[in-house]
C-alpha cells in the first residue's frame, strides 16, 4: 500500500503538508507503472490534448492544450515518461484579450503546444486560432516564465514548433486551422529572429495533405542525421494516423510516410505527439488517443528508426507502419525511479491552488480565499454574467480533469448563503456540453439539494431539476461515482467513444450516502474531456457582498 493510502486510511492526510502530499502522490485509481518493469497504457488516463514533450539531462517535461482553462499550458514532469507530476503552468492566471465581465471561451485560446529546451531555456510556443503564434520561455520549467510574446499573428496560424538549426537559424513549422484560415490540410515553414520572438519571413506551404492526408496538423519539427523531420497527425482526431516527413532541405520537397495506425488495435486514432530519446539512446513517442468524454488520453510507444524512417509501436507485418502496444516494457533510463502519478485529490491545506485545478476563464482574484491554516479553500459566491443562461457561461468553476475510467469523486463543503437575497448555489459538478450536478441552493424554503442534469447547455439549453431534499444544515458530502465498462455509444454519434455514466449521492454525517437523482451520461466539452469539480455562485444582480462555500477537502477514490 503507498503512502497516501495508507494517510487516507489513517484518517492522517489533511496533516501532511501539500508539497509531501504532491511529492509522494500515486492515484488510487490509474497507475501506468505495473511495477515489475513494464507499464499499460495510457500513462496518462487524463485529458492531456496534443500531448509535447522534451529531454533535458534524466529529466523528461510534458505540456499540451489547455484551450480557455486556466492556469493554462499545465507543465508534467517524469524521469521514466511513464510517472508523471504536475509541477506548474506556464501561463499561471490569464490570457489576452482579458475582458470583464468573465466568460469561458469555450476551445479557444491555447491549442497544440511545444515545448522546447535551448541554451539553458525552456520555450513553448502554441497558436490560438484568434490571434496567432504565441511564445513564452523560462529558465526553470516551474517558472516563473516571461509574458507571452505573439511570434506571428494571423487569424487560424496554429501548431507551431520551433527548430534551432545548426547554422543557427531558426525556424517554425505550423498548420492552419479552416474554420479561421478557410485552408486547412497543409503544413508551412517559416523563419524567426535570432531570439525566437517574431517571425522575419512569411511561411511557405511545404506539404498539401489534401490528397492522401488531409486534416494534417499539429506539426513537430526536428533534424537528424542531415534530415529535417515533421511529424504530424492527419485523419481527423478520433480516426486518424501518424504521418513523418523528411527533407534534407528545410523548405522541402519533403518525402511522406505514414508510420502509426490503429491496424488491428483498439487505439482509434494514434497521433499527435513527442519523439523523445533516453539517457540511453532509446527512442519514445508519445500520442494522444480521443476516448470521448475522458478527453485525449496519452499513450507511449516504443520507436526504432529504420533506413532513415521512424517505426513507432509494433511493426508486425514490417511494412514500416507500426500498430500501438497496450503494454510494454518501460524505457530504460538508466535507472529505477519511483511510481507517482499527476496529482487528483486535494485536502485544501495550501496557500495557492493545487496544479491539478483550473478555472473555467481567466482568473479573477476575488473568487477565492486557499486558508491553508485552516485546511480549506473558501469559494465565494460571484455572480454569474448577465443572460446567463446555464453553467455553460459561467467562468468560476473549479474543476480538474478526470483521472481514470472508473473512480469516485468525493467532497466536503460547508455553505454559508447570505440572508439578503435568494438564488446563491454550490456544489459538485460534472462539466460539459451536458453537465449534471449536485448543487446546493438557498431557497425561500431554506438550503435545498438537487441533482440537475443540463443537456446542450453549449446550446444554451435550460437545467433540469431530477430530484430535491431539504436540508436543515449547510455541511454536506457530495459524491459522483464514474462507471465505464469499456462500451462505445452508438456509431450515429461518434462510436469511437466510451460510454460513461455518473451516478449521483450526498450525506450529511459523512459515513451513509443516498443516492439523488437519475444516472447521467457524461458528455465532453469543447475539445476538452469532461472535468469534475466544484463552484460558487449568485445571480446577476448588484449587491456589495454575498456568502461562500467553504471546500475542506476533495478526494478521489475507486
Not at 515489475?36 to 522534451?54: F, R
Not at 514548433?161 to 513549422?173: A, E, I, K, N
Not at 477565492?368 to 443572460?387: D, I, M, T
Not at 454536506?476 to 451516478?503: M, P, W
Request: charged share 20%; net charge negative; hydrophobic share 35%.
Amino acid at each position: 500500500m503507498n503512502i497516501v493510502k495508507t494517510l487516507f486510511s489513517l484518517g492522517l492526510l489533511a496533516a501532511l503538508p501539500m508539497a509531501a502530499q504532491q511529492k509522494e502522490y500515486v492515484s488510487q485509481v490509474w497507475v501506468a507503472d505495473r511495477g515489475d518493469g513494464t507499464y499499460q497504457n495510457p500513462v496518462l488516463y487524463a485529458d492531456y490534448s496534443d500531448p509535447d514533450a522534451c529531454r533535458v539531462g534524466n529529466d523528461f517535461y510534458l505540456t499540451s492544450s489547455s484551450f480557455n482553462c486556466l492556469p493554462g499550458l499545465q507543465i508534467l514532469h517524469s524521469n521514466d515518461l511513464v510517472n508523471w507530476h504536475i509541477i506548474g503552468a506556464a501561463i499561471p492566471y490569464s490570457l489576452a484579450p482579458v475582458r470583464t465581465p468573465e466568460r469561458p471561451e469555450h476551445g479557444n485560446r491555447v491549442w497544440a503546444p511545444a515545448i522546447r529546451h535551448h541554451n539553458g531555456q525552456f520555450y513553448i510556443f502554441w497558436g490560438d486560432p484568434d490571434q496567432g503564434v504565441f511564445m513564452t520561455k523560462a529558465r526553470d520549467p516551474q517558472g516563473p516564465w516571461t509574458e507571452p510574446v505573439l511570434v506571428k499573428a494571423g487569424q487560424g496560424i496554429i501548431d507551431p514548433c520551433p527548430l534551432w538549426d545548426d547554422d543557427g537559424q531558426v525556424y517554425l513549422v505550423h498548420a492552419y486551422a479552416g474554420s479561421r484560415a478557410q485552408l486547412k490540410s497543409v503544413i508551412a515553414v517559416c523563419r524567426l529572429n535570432e531570439e525566437a520572438t517574431q517571425a522575419v519571413t512569411p511561411s511557405r506551404i511545404v506539404f498539401d495533405g489534401h490528397e492522401a492526408h488531409a486534416t494534417c496538423e499539429g506539426p513537430k519539427f526536428y533534424k537528424k542525421d542531415g534530415y529535417y523531420y515533421i511529424f504530424h497527425p492527419a485523419g481527423g482526431v478520433p480516426t486518424g494516423w501518424q504521418v513523418v516527413l523528411r527533407s534534407k532541405n528545410v523548405y522541402g520537397p519533403y518525402e511522406c510516410r505514414t508510420v502509426l495506425a490503429q491496424g488491428n488495435t483498439s487505439v482509434n486514432g494514434p497521433h499527435q505527439g513527442a519523439w523523445v530519446d533516453t539517457p540511453t539512446g532509446e527512442d519514445w513517442f508519445l500520442h494522444f488517443q480521443d476516448v470521448g468524454a475522458y478527453g485525449r488520453v496519452v499513450h507511449l510507444q516504443p520507436m526504432k528508426w529504420k533506413d532513415g524512417w521512424p517505426v513507432i509501436g509494433t511493426d508486425p507485418d514490417g511494412d514500416g507502419c507500426g500498430e500501438p502496444v497496450l503494454s510494454h516494457r518501460k524505457p530504460d533510463v538508466g535507472r529505477t525511479y519511483p511510481v507517482r502519478t499527476p496529482q487528483e485529490s486535494d485536502e485544501f491545506d495550501g496557500y495557492t491552488l493545487s496544479p491539478q485545478w483550473q478555472w473555467h476563464a481567466n482568473i479573477n482574484e476575488k473568487w477565492a480565499y486557499h486558508a491553508g491554516n485552516r485546511g480549506f479553500v473558501r469559494l465565494y459566491s460571484y455572480p454569474v454574467v448577465p443572460q446567463c443562461r446555464n453553467l455553460w457561461d459561467v467562468a468560476n468553476l473549479l474543476l480538474q480533469k478526470t483521472p481514470a475510467p472508473n473512480f469516485t469523486a468525493t467532497m466536503k463543503l460547508t455553505f454559508s448563503p447570505t440572508d439578503k437575497y435568494r438564488g446563491e448555489r454550490t456544489g459538485l459538478v460534472v462539466m460539459g456540453m451536458d453537465y449534471a450536478a449536485l448543487m446546493l441552493e438557498n431557497t425561500a424554503d431554506g438550503l435545498t439539494l438537487s441533482q440537475v442534469e443540463c443537456i446542450s447547455a453549449d446550446k444554451g439549453q435550460p437545467e433540469q431539476v431530477n430530484a430535491s431534499v431539504g436540508l436543515t444544515g449547510g455541511t454536506v458530502y457530495l459524491r459522483v461515482r464514474f462507471g465505464c465498462d469499456g462500451r462505445k455509444i452508438a456509431q450515429s454519434e461518434g462510436g469511437h467513444d466510451l460510454l460513461v455514466t455518473c451516478n449521483f449521492s450526498y450525506s450529511t454525517d459523512g459515513r451513509t450516502f443516498s443516492p439523488l437523482g437519475t444516472t447521467f451520461r457524461a458528455r465532453e466539452g469543447k475539445w476538452i474531456g469532461a472535468k469534475v469539480g466544484t463552484f460558487c455562485t449568485r445571480p446577476a444582480i448588484r449587491a456589495n457582498d454575498g456568502g461562500w462555500a467553504d471546500i475542506d477537502w476533495f478526494r478521489i477514490t475507486p
